[in-house]
């Protein structure tokens, strides 16, 4: 049996998700080997992501390493995935999902509603900001950008402001602050009406060569056909509302059965807020899982219909 080459980003939290990979690859007897890639998200961490571009800042350097065949399989976080598929490519899989909320980490606060007006809160999401503001314009939306670890550096201590530790608060998902061991950090998992996740938030996202069949049939043991039909649901409505993964939209699904189990239906909802969190637009619907394209196509279409394009073309200046 060949050994599979795993590319990913070099961040800690990345490093962690292609491990997981590995590790289940090798519990189906497969032979691994790391390659490790930068991407140009990572080299440039001054400024708002979307300063940076806005498609694949840290997927590109990764897929790229899997046409030029230097790895079969590229391990990414899903929500930093572009929508439009890169020639030559194929989503292989879609592993388990791991919690998919955002999470308030604060040194002194409990909740988002004890955060006062004037509070800063640090986020590197046009999504988050413009749901915070929503909820409270008053507060202070500040960017952040860098690792895990840096950012968790930047949360002001109880005694006060310092130079290196200007935010009270920062948001951030739970899938990688659970993956990799902050659960202590997390001072509220935040209701997901409250700040609805981005697609694809909390799942990890396998790439592979179209035609590798040896890997893809590797890779597809480790799907799991539910959360890949959401995430598919979630990623249709961007694509058809042509927003990019840095837009101010955001998505969550939930998978329902009937009592017997028979029949396994997803609820896809939508949302689309003003970058200033002046206004906010939601649809919901359903269908059945082997549906989700379509399911992810009538929910965003319903969103155009009440405005949504509008709110997207301002968020971006234009």
Known sequence: MSTIRIATRQSALAKWQADWVASQLKRFGYEVEMVYVTTHGDVNQVGPIESIGTQGVFTKEVQNVLLDNRADVAVH?????????????????????????????????????????????????????????????????????????????????????????????????EAGLRRMGFDDRIAQVIPQTQLMPAAGQGALALECRAGDESTLAAVEKLNAPEVYASTLAERTLLAVLEAGCLAPVGCMTRVLSDDNSQSVQIELTGRVIAADGSKILEQTDCADWQNAKELGRRVAQRLLAAGADKLISESRGN
């Open 77 to 173: 976080s899903m929500k930093d995935l572009p929508t439009m598929q890169a020639p030559g490519l194929v989503l292989a899989a879609v592993p388990p999902r791991a919690p998919t909320a955002d999470c308030l980490v604060t040194s002194y606060y409990k909740s988002l509603d004890e955060l006062p007006d004037g509070a800063v809160i640090g986020t590197g999401s046009l999504r988050r900001k413009a749901q915070l503001l929503a909820i409270n314009p008053k507060w202070n939306v500040q960017t952040i950008r860098g690792n895990l670890q840096t950012r968790l550096n930047k949360i002001r201590p109880e005694s006060g402001a310092t130079p290196s530790a200007p935010f009270d608060a920062i948001i951030l998902a």
